[in-house]
């Protein structure tokens, strides 16, 4: 056990002292700051959603995020609307992944050097253009890790770098399809169904801020960078999980179970007189507790239904029994029936109903802050809370170009002249 914390320890110093010797790779730490990313520069070459998606998660963790835009268009998603934010044409689809950055805004192709300037004083970058899109312009990893060895480089894909798929663009539905998540959600009888957000964009974006964290951690020994690779495919049939396991296991091919588990019984939402509760049973003493609460112990002595394994065989017999018990009462009247079971539960919430949820508003997931245009945007906040560290809402999504100025000065030295001269030349806005 010494040995390990020792160990721990020793890689913790050198993290420190490898960031004291290469500040100029670096933003300025605030030594007060107890975000866990403070000191660390993001330049972020991404769009749409799954790459996003992972800076703004490093963006809360206090990472400095240099957004890089098209001049002129920006960041696809901007236009990804209706909805727009009230008075203004900026999509709120754009507003839900790009808190905590600012903006600025670079034609790869004429200004491939501001890139390579800002790569050298930045610890990440973060794309996802079709592979080779990056290379043709000079600024592939192989480009960029010449003149910045350093850099955590990360690469996010439809497909990877290699296989059949390789050169193909990559979609987040197109990904599930493929990847087998639309074969699986949807009605039992129905077809199949795209969930219903962009959750393989959002795993892709959660393995990919792991992977970042990750390669900096091991750059604390090594003082290199490298290339991290993260795929919407791969991602979708590493999610798989225990479908995934059951086809490579048991010969198990799946099938839609709706809101129903394949093994487990009873697991599912359940109509009620006013809309639908969900309940799990994931071991047999919350069966019997369950039984107790809806008053109907007398299953509990059925052969049928005695443990998990009778049930799932006897589902067809067992549920019409509970859907018609569950119709008897309203979501509220069985949130007091099911008050302090040992078995979860809850309502399936409109999203109007979510954010008016008692839990929801305690936890303060919901946050306020003011945009370029001097209007309040309402953002979601972090999911994870720390003892010590900070992880929080920092700032609004950036408005196309906010900080292209304030960057080519701070970061780069810039005068104003040059920066009239780019402008000029419309090799930044």
Known sequence: MFALVTKYTKRRLLLSEYKIKNLRYTCTSNQDDRSPLSGIRVLDLTRIIAGPYCTMIL?????????????????????????????????????????????????????????????????????????????????????????????????????????????????????????????????????????????????????????????????????????????LLATQVASLINIGSNYLNADKEAVRWGSEHESIVPYEAFATKDGHMTVGTGSDAQYLDFLERIKLTELSENKKYKNNKARVENRNELLPILRKVFKT?????????????????????????????????????????????????????????????????????????????EILKNVLNYTDDSIKSLKNNKIVQ
Not at 66 to 74: A, C, D, I, M
Not at 87 to 111: D, P, Q
Not at 349 to 357: G, H, L, M, P, T
Request: proline share 6%.
């Open 59 to 231: 963006g809360d963790l206090g990472a400095e995020i240099l957004k890089v835009e098209k001049p002129g268009v920006g960041d696809e998603a901007r236009k990804w609307g209706p909805p727009f934010m009230k008075g203004t044409e900026e999509a709120t689809y754009f507003l839900s992944v790009n808190r905590n950055k600012k903006s600025i805004c670079v034609n790869l192709k004429e200004g491939k050097d501001i890139i390579y300037e800002l790569a050298k004083k930045s610890d990440v970058l973060v794309e996802n253009y079709v592979p080779g899109k990056l290379k043709k312009l000079g600024l592939g990893y192989e480009d960029i890790s010449k003149i910045a060895p350093h850099l955590v480089y990360c690469s996010l894909t439809g497909y990877g770098y290699e296989g059949p798929y390789a050169n193909r663009p990559g979609y987040d539905v197109i990904a599930a399809s493929i990847g087998g998540l639309l074969h699986i959600t949807g009605s039992k009888d129905g077809p199949p169904c795209k969930v219903g957000v962009a959750v393989t964009d959002l795993a892709t974006g959660l393995y990919a801020h792991g992977a970042i964290l990750a390669a900096l951690y091991q750059r604390a020994t090594t003082k290199k960078g490298q290339w991290i690779q993260c795929n």
């Open 329 to 405: 009462k309203t979501n509220k009247e069985w949130a007091i029936v099911f008050e302090g079971a040992s078995f979860p539960y809850g309502p399936i919430n409109k999203i109007s109903q979510v954010f008016e949820d008692p839990h929801i508003k305690h936890i303060k997931m919901v946050q306020e802050t003011e945009h370029a245009t001097g209007r309040k945007v309402k953002v979601v906040g972090p999911a994870v809370t720390y003892s010590y560290a900070t992880n929080k809402v920092r700032f609004a999504p950036p408005i196309v170009g906010q900080h292209t100025d």
